[in-house]
Nanobody, 120 residues
């Protein structure tokens, strides 16, 4: 499995970014998640969705502002109304098997390289 992210950048507070993650070599059943991390903090799960594009789930910190979608092997995290506290390195991650109710990094098997989001 290989995950390639794109779409990070620098925006002003209130702005939007569209993060993408393209997967290759995917298993027959999988779940895609997005995590973010700032230095010296644990990686936080913020959104996840099934391979078929169903059952999206969000962390409270991004609910109502971020939207996750899945189209075949391309995943998109639309981030709106960005706040300074959203600044972080964002990672997509794939879990073999179905999605779990929780979003913990230890449940995901494969990771992208990360894309930086800066909000000023």
């Amino acid at each position: 499995v290989q995950l390639v992210e794109s779409g990070g950048g620098s925006v002003q507070a209130g702005g939007s970014l569209r993060l993408s993650c393209v997967a290759s070599g995917v298993p027959s059943s999988w779940c895609m998640g997005w995590f973010r991390q700032i230095p010296d903090k644990e990686r936080e799960g913020i959104a996840r969705i099934t391979a078929g594009g169903g059952s999206p789930a969000y962390a409270d910190s991004v609910k109502g502002r971020f939207t996750i979608s899945q189209d075949d092997v391309k995943n998109v995290l639309q981030t709106n109304n960005l706040r300074p506290e959203d600044a972080a390195m964002y990672y997509c991650a794939l879990r073999t098997g179905g999605c779990l109710p929780t979003m913990m990094m230890t449940d995901y098997n494969y990771w992208g390289q990360g894309t930086q989001v800066t909000v000023s």
